[in-house]
C-alpha cells in the first residue's frame, strides 16, 4: 500500500492542491509497518492533474487536511482512497497514527 501526504515546511499541508511536496510512504497494512518514503516535488498546480499523477506513481490512499469536493471525486476515480480531516503532523506520525487506527480526524478546512 502506498499512501500519499501533502507536504508543506515537512508537514501536511493543509490545503491539498497547494502543497510543496508530496512525501510517497509505502506500508504493509497487516503488519502496521512503514516499510519507505520517498518525497517528490509537487507539479505546477493545475486543476485535475493530480489525481492521475499520483495514480500512476501508485498511490492507494491520501491522508489529507482540506479537499475539496471536485478533487475528492476525481481521486475516488482513480481508485485512490481518501482521508480527510488529518492534522498538521509529520508523515510518519500520520501514517502510524492510521495504521494503529488511532487517527484523529476534523473538519475538512477546503470549502471548494
Known amino acids: 500500500m502506498r499512501i500519499a501526504i501533502p507536504l508543506a515546511e515537512g508537514k501536511l499541508a493543509m490545503h491539498f492542491g497547494?502543497?510543496?511536496?508530496f512525501a510517497l510512504i509505502d506500508?504493509?497494512?497487516s503488519a502496521?509497518?512503514?516499510l519507505k518514503r520517498e518525497d517528490i516535488e509537487a507539479p505546477p498546480h493545475q486543476p485535475g492533474?493530480?489525481?492521475p499523477w499520483l495514480a500512476e506513481r501508485g498511490t492507494n490512499m491520501i491522508i489529507a487536511g482540506g479537499m475539496g469536493q471536485r478533487a475528492h471525486g476525481l481521486f475516488t476515480e482513480q481508485g485512490i482512497e481518501v482521508i480527510i480531516g488529518a492534522p498538521a503532523e509529520t508523515p510518519e506520525k500520520l501514517v502510524a497514527d492510521y495504521l494503529a487506527g488511532a487517527l484523529t480526524l476534523g473538519k475538512n478546512i477546503c470549502d471548494h
Open 49 to 51: 492533474l493530480l489525481p
Open 27 to 29: 506500508v504493509d497494512a
Open 32 to 34: 502496521k509497518q512503514i
Open 18 to 21: 497547494h502543497c510543496e511536496r
